[in-house]
Every structure is written in structure tokens, then in C-alpha cells.
């Protein structure tokens, strides 16, 4: 079974900055398109950005001009970078990937969340 882990979250203040991180772990043959999403208090769970398999990043418009996803195939790892940072952004961020795993088999994974906190 393929497990995605969130880190690099944490208390920033506003302004400030933090790169976000989701690993696989477990037996992969392919990750496809992956993304991140948030949740913040009492709030449905939003889309932030997602990226293809071939690099090709999309954003949210609220968050376009401020944070850049990428991704590293060969470590099987997707980033989040977070700039500019605003109390409004703090949430659980999620990270989530199409994954096929080593017996072939197809599904849609997702991590526990990592939270981040913007305040002064």
C-alpha cells in the first residue's frame, strides 16, 4: 500500500516563508498527476496547485502569484513553496497522487496533512 507523508510545515509569521514536502513511501511502479490541498477550520477542503507527471503546473488564482509546486520523480516527492504568506493561509495542507503501485494496481493516495500556521 502506497503512503504519502506531509513535513515541513509549522508557526510562521506573516510575510514569511515554507517549503512543504510529501514523500512516498511503500512500492511504487508510477506516480501520475499529483497536488496539494488545504483545510482550514469549520472550512470544506480547497484545492491549492497540481502538477502532471510532465511538469506542467496549475494554480489556484489565489494562490498563483505566491506559491510553486514542483515535483521530483525519481525521489517520488512533491513540493509545495509558500511565499508571502498570510494569516489566511493557515490550514492542514494535503498532499494527494494518483499512484500505480508495484502490483499494478491504480488508485488515489493521500497524506495525513502537515499544519501551517501564519501568525504574529
Known amino acids: 500500500q502506497v503512503q504519502l507523508v506531509e513535513s515541513g510545515g509549522g508557526l510562521v509569521q506573516p510575510g514569511g516563508a515554507l517549503r512543504l514536502s510529501c514523500a512516498a513511501s511503500?512500492?511504487?511502479?508510477?506516480?501520475?498527476?499529483m497536488g496539494w490541498y488545504r483545510q482550514a477550520p469549520g472550512k470544506q477542503r480547497e484545492l491549492v496547485a497540481t502538477i502532471t507527471s510532465g511538469g506542467s503546473a496549475r494554480y489556484v488564482d489565489s494562490m498563483k502569484d505566491r506559491f510553486t509546486i514542483s515535483r521530483d520523480n525519481a525521489k517520488n516527492t512533491v513540493y509545495l513553496q509558500m511565499n508571502s504568506l498570510k494569516p489566511e493561509d493557515t490550514a492542514v495542507y494535503y498532499c494527494n497522487a494518483g499512484v500505480e503501485d508495484q502490483a499494478r494496481q491504480l488508485y488515489d493516495a493521500w497524506g495525513q496533512g502537515t499544519q501551517v500556521t501564519v501568525s504574529s
Open positions: 511503500g512500492t511504487i511502479f508510477k506516480f501520475y498527476g
